[in-house]
């Protein structure tokens, strides 16, 4: 009995203690910030000297404001690593909440959100997967994909299947035109459908291929019974110039799920970065298409802080177009699994996975 009591007060002191630590860093965090960043508050950097026995320094404001940025990053480091391994003590669920996403039916006012990702499969077969992350209580639908000529995606079998539907689908139906390398997913749900639903098609390419390669999304045909698109119809031209996304893939370069800062590890770094990152986004979370979108602007501060990230992808460790404190929980949780040896409950972090980029349109 004693022994318990005793395990209860740590976790209540070490959760209480890493709690302070962490608000007092942010505290004086966004002080510094604050001064740094107003236009109205004006300091002589050049006339700030510290002395030594040998030499006097000169600081610069942006020396000084890296200066306060590394004291951040190594206190943020070590109180991430206490959260992690408190992660096992206390019991922290590996489970991902309810995604939701950035993509939605171009031109269309519905509820309904998906997202897109690729994975490799093997070193000649890649994987398109298109998860409707907010069912509104849709009845049916139909994805059309336009491929690079880079991919091939041949008629399944029975032996080969080269799609999937959701389990619950009444009908479900894939077809691929060769000639203008369109692929057609058909679902039927039968009834009104809950919950995330979710298809994939993989396509075929040369495992020497080099290049940098797209996909266009669209829906084409789209029943939800509880919204006014009830009967939406769509036919794309030879070019998908209305299409809903466009997923570009570089077969040639790959990235280590959760590798946030792309040094081919992921540590407590890692997580110091993706704790950033949810801390500076609106609502405390960004979505991979418009985090893609900055990190291609060169005047975002986004693209300033984080232009060692490749990809939007690398931080999304839950695969749900989000990066959230889900993605930080998971990462933790991951960092203290791997720590105190134990299984693994997303075994795709630290995994490696062809560089893809998400746009709208």
Same mark, same amino acid.
């Given at each position: ?5 005793? @395990? ?11 709690? #302070? &630590? ?25 006339? #700030? #000297? ?60 519905? @509820? ?84 995330? &639903? ?72 890692? #997580?110091?970065? &993706? ?22 602007? @060169?005047?975002?501060?986004?693209? @300033? ?25 998971? &990462? ?30």
């Amino acid at each position: 009995m004693i022994d318990i009591f005793g @395990k209860i007060a740590y976790t209540i002191t070490r959760t209480w203690f890493c709690r #302070i &630590l962490s608000n007092h860093v942010e505290m004086c965090w966004k002080k510094v910030h604050d001064i740094l960043s107003n236009s109205s508050f004006s300091i002589d950097f050049s006339k #700030i #000297i510290v002395y030594t026995k040998d030499r006097e320094r000169r600081f610069s404001k942006n020396r000084i404001r890296k200066g306060f940025i590394n004291m951040k990053k190594k206190i943020f480091s070590k109180a991430a690593a206490v959260l992690a391994v408190g992660a096992i003590v206390t019991g922290l669920s590996g489970a991902m909440a309810v995604p939701a996403s950035a993509l939605t039916i171009n031109g269309l006012n519905t @509820k309904m959100e998906y997202t897109v990702y690729t994975t490799r499969v093997s070193d000649t077969r890649i994987r398109l997967t298109i998860k409707i992350t907010n069912n509104p209580g849709i009845a049916n639908y139909s994805i059309a994909v336009k491929s690079d000529p880079a991919f091939k995606a041949k008629q399944h079998t029975q032996e080969d299947p080269r799609y999937s539907a959701p389990e619950d689908a009444l009908i479900s139906n894939y077809y691929y035109n060769e000639e203008n390398h369109q692929s057609f997913l058909i679902c039927v749900m039968g009834k009104t459908s809950s919950g995330v &639903l979710e298809n994939y098609i993989e396509y075929d390419i040369d495992k020497n291929d080099k290049g940098t390669h797209e996909f266009k999304i669209a829906f084409v045909d789209y029943s939800c019974p509880s919204e006014s698109s009830n009967n939406y119809r769509y036919e794309p031209d030879e070019d998908f110039s209305s299409s809903d996304a466009t997923v570009k893939v570089s077969q040639n370069e790959y990235v280590r799920l959760g590798d946030i800062n792309c040094n081919n590890k992921v540590d407590t770094t890692d #997580i110091f970065y &993706l704790m950033q990152m949810v801390a500076e986004a609106k609502d405390n979370k960004i979505s991979t298409v418009e985090l893609d979108a900055e990190l291609k602007n @060169k005047n975002s501060s986004w693209y @300033k802080n984080y232009s060692f990230l490749k990809c939007a992808a690398v931080a999304d460790v839950t695969q749900d177009g989000w990066i959230k404190e889900d993605d930080k929980d998971e &990462l933790m949780l991951y960092v203290a699994q791997k720590g105190a040896g134990k299984d693994i409950t997303n075994d795709k972090i630290d995994t490696l996975f062809p560089v893809t980029y998400v746009y709208n349109g």
